[in-house]
């Protein structure tokens, strides 16, 4: 009889709704406190550039390759990697948790040199990552874990924007270094000294391997060779971020000069490295992370918690990228003709650099 009623009262209203009106019932909002977030300071600006219809706008946002029209540039070696893959027709199972093997082992050897002890022992450990910043924050969630004693990274100051959110968010603590000085737009190199050697034993220490972000400016080989004796003798977990090998200077063992002098001098680092800009497979996001170990046995242990970690973010990295930077890496021809053209492009970066500058300079600038 209540069901019956309360049938008739739901008629009921259904019936006079056009009278009453209808009153939905909505939920409340599970989302009212989510405030609106500030847009990427560097992405940002890209979409900015794209939304602005002035015919001579320059898009001064991210740092990607252009050719002389404003256009993505592919290279010549990577489309011809694409091509040999296609022919392959390969299949499309998932990697495996810790990536493409042979993309692992030639990411390492283009760091490290393939000469290294460190590669010949063993004693290292290389997983393929999202791109640099993925293999960032994979290194940043494995010190968050595992180097527990101290939790303080010490950052450039400047240093490249994404690098405080990926430590901050992996729940380190953040404290920086003098490296630019303003005042001669170069290398603070007494300040940096001075404020490593005062940095609390068995902290973090990121280094921009080469092409420091944002500034441009690299200690010089000598430079690195004191930095390297301080940073030793406080005993600090060197963290080497490598995002412009080859890119830089035109020369990947120039650019990679200071990751292998560190390695020579004793220090068991760990390194982020991306092929977004030397290999321009951006959108790809290919990267490689790697740590330094005592032996053989402890590479294995950091292995298997890099792949526990990795696990329940992204499973396993995309495959596509990994060929494409393998085959490059590992054919004689590709890799012969990928020399030249990262060489072709950092000389046009360091060639129009120089212009922009005289021609300011010629407007008084």
């Not at 022919?87 to 283009?110: R, S």
């Not at 030249?340 to 970066?349: H, P």
Request: hydrophobic share 40%; net charge positive.
């Amino acid at each position: 009889m209540a069901l019956l009623k309360s049938s008739k009262l739901i008629s009921s209203i259904g019936t006079h709704s056009s009278v009453l009106g209808v009153f939905p019932i909505r939920a409340s909002s599970w989302w009212s406190e989510v405030q609106m977030g500030p847009p990427d300071p560097i992405l940002g600006v890209t979409e900015a550039f794209k939304r602005d219809t002035n015919p001579k706008k320059m898009n001064l946002g991210v740092g990607a390759y252009r050719d002389d029209q404003g256009k993505p540039y592919v290279l010549s070696c990577v489309r011809k990697a694409e091509a040999l893959i296609a022919a392959k027709k390969l299949d499309k199972e998932y990697l495996p948790i810790g990536g493409l093997g042979e993309f692992n082992k030639a990411c390492a050897v283009l760091a490290l040199g393939p000469d290294n002890e460190v590669l010949k022992s063993g004693r290292s450990i290389t997983v393929q990552t999202i791109s640099g910043t993925g293999s960032l924050r994979i290194g940043a969630d494995f010190l968050s874990r595992f180097h527990t004693s101290v939790r303080d990274v010490y950052l450039p100051k400047p240093s490249w924007g994404n690098h405080t959110p990926i430590f901050r968010d992996a729940g380190m603590q953040l404290k920086a270094y003098r490296y630019y000085d303003p005042s001669t737009c170069g290398f603070d190199f007494k300040g940096a000294l001075d404020d490593i050697s005062k940095i609390p034993e068995k902290s973090v220490i990121v280094l921009h391997a080469c092409a420091h972000n944002p500034t441009g400016v690299d200690p010089r080989a000598e430079q690195w060779k004191e930095l390297s004796a301080v940073i030793k003798k406080r005993n600090l977990l060197v963290f080497f971020d490598m995002a412009y090998q080859g890119f830089a200077s035109g020369d990947i063992d120039r650019d990679a000069w200071a990751v292998r002098h560190f390695i020579e001098q004793g220090h068991n680092i760990v390194l982020s490295q991306s092929f977004a800009k030397n290999m321009g497979l951006y959108g790809e996001r290919v990267g490689g992370f790697t740590v330094v170990c005592k032996d053989a046995e402890e590479a294995k242990r950091v292995e298997s918690q890099l792949k526990i970690l990795i696990r329940p973010i992204y499973s396993n990295p995309p495959m596509n990228g990994a060929r494409i930077a393998s085959a490059i890496l590992t054919t004689p021809d590709l890799y012969a003709e990928w020399l030249v053209e990262v060489k072709g492009m950092a000389y046009r970066i360091i060639k129009m650099r120089e212009q922009l500058v005289g021609n300011l300079k010629k407007e008084g600038s």
